[in-house]
């Protein structure tokens, strides 16, 4: 009898950490779907003719990187976009500043289970926003770094704000 490849998957997990779940199904999927991502921005770019530089500006890795990192805490601890994460995330308790704690909803879905991993990690986010952005650098590069700007504006701002909180925090004696 063959085995299916989640089966398999289930298998392999329960022997890689039987005294955890991990949602080895979930994060497949996941390394599919940025494949996908990866792939669909490679034939846009080959079929549009617009070829990736050969050498990065080194102003857009800056911008790139300061708006991949706003744009996936934005995603994955923002107050505002806990809607996009509630059907995989559970709200826990705030985290300061507009963002929020939160703990994976579904622990027998490995799917949901390894989505919610993925949008409510920072970290794991920025690979696939640094992707998307540059990939945007390639396909439609005025919009992307108009939208590139915006994001690191905010996020140049967010530290602006929490230095000055800590400015006067300090100048007040607490």
Known sequence: MTESLGAR????????????????VGYVTAMGGFTALAAALAAAAKVTGKPAPAR????DVVLVSLATHKLS?????????????????RYAEPAGAAELNEEVRDHDN???HGIGELISCP?????????????????????????AVALTATAVSDFL??????????AEGD
């Open 9 to 24: 998957l289930t298998r392999v997990g329960q022997s890689y950490a039987p005294h955890e779940h991990r949602p080895l």
């Open 56 to 59: 990065p500006a080194t102003a």
């Open 73 to 89: 805490r934005l995603i994955a601890k923002d107050s505002v976009t806990s809607p996009l994460r509630a059907p995989f995330m």
């Open 110 to 112: 490995a799917l949901k």
């Open 123 to 147: 970290f794991c986010l920025a690979v696939w926003v640094s992707t998307a952005l540059t990939g945007g650098l390639v396909l439609a590069p005025r919009l992307t770094r108009l939208v």
């Open 161 to 170: 704000q929490l230095g000055y909180d800590a400015a006067k925090k300090a």
